[in-house]
């Protein structure tokens, strides 16, 4: 089945900088990949997805690139703020064998923006 | 903004106990899912279901049973609780597949 590994357990920024969160995942076939955060003893919330027809998209600060070719794709977020401090989860999912709606999540990611 | 409630927010239950967790949306969402969240592993698929009066098994369902009784609600079943299912568990909804989640507050449960 799908393996989607994010390979910063945790990443540290300065206000300002940009941060770059990545994510592989083992399925060619799949086809849809959303990003959620969590912030600190909350619930998850929808950042920013990409489908495999497009290889960029932008929504304000935040960036996702998606190379089919590296099973690879990234969480580009610039100018960061402390309220960007969170987990952030990617996820894959639409691959072979994969039924319908069935997300496949990476560990997270824990982004720290210092002041 | 989507709505989905879980219930109870947290839970102690002994081992060998019979535990229900349940979800509400007022989404009118079509898919609902449960996840369970162990640190250091993300979020982990454990039922799902598309339509009332069906479910279907996720990645991890051993020990696990669900229940959709209506398209609003979607329940948990741990029938004999064990201490590996202690967690934190995610209640989800979605308009059909491969749209966005919208997650509720989440359970965590302890099993002691």
């Known amino acids: 089945g799908e393996k989607v590994e994010q390979h910063e357990s945790t990443l540290s920024v300065r206000e300002g900088d940009s941060a770059v969160i990545n994510c592989t995942y083992t399925?060619?076939?799949?086809?849809?990949f959303p990003w959620y955060k969590q912030e600190a003893g909350k619930s998850l919330h929808f950042v920013i997805d990409i489908r495999s027809n497009v290889d960029r998209k932008q929504s304000q600060r935040l960036t996702v690139l998606l190379d089919k070719k590296a099973k690879r794709f990234s969480l580009h977020i610039t100018a960061t703020q402390p309220e960007d401090s969170a987990i952030y989860f990617c996820a894959a999912s639409g691959g072979r064998g994969s039924a319908l709606g069935r997300l496949h999540f990476g560990a997270g990611t824990q982004l720290i923006v210092i002041p | 903004e989507a709505a989905v409630t879980q219930s109870p927010r947290s839970k102690v239950a002994v081992t060998g106990g019979k535990v229900t967790l349940s979800c509400h949306q007022t989404n009118n969402h079509d898919y609902m899912y449960w996840y369970r969240q162990d640190t250091g592993h993300g979020l982990r698929l454990i039922h799902y279901s598309y339509v009332a009066d069906s479910t279907e098994k996720g990645d991890i369902p051993d020990g696990y049973k669900a229940s959709r009784p209506s398209q609003e609600n979607f329940s948990l079943i741990l029938e004999l609780a064990s201490l590996s299912q202690t967690a934190v568990y995610f209640c989800?909804?979605?308009?059909?597949?491969?749209?966005?989640?919208?997650f509720g507050a989440g359970t965590r449960l302890s099993v002691l």
């Open positions: 989800a909804s979605s308009v059909g597949s491969q749209n966005t989640l919208y």
């Open positions: 399925d060619t076939a799949s086809s849809y």
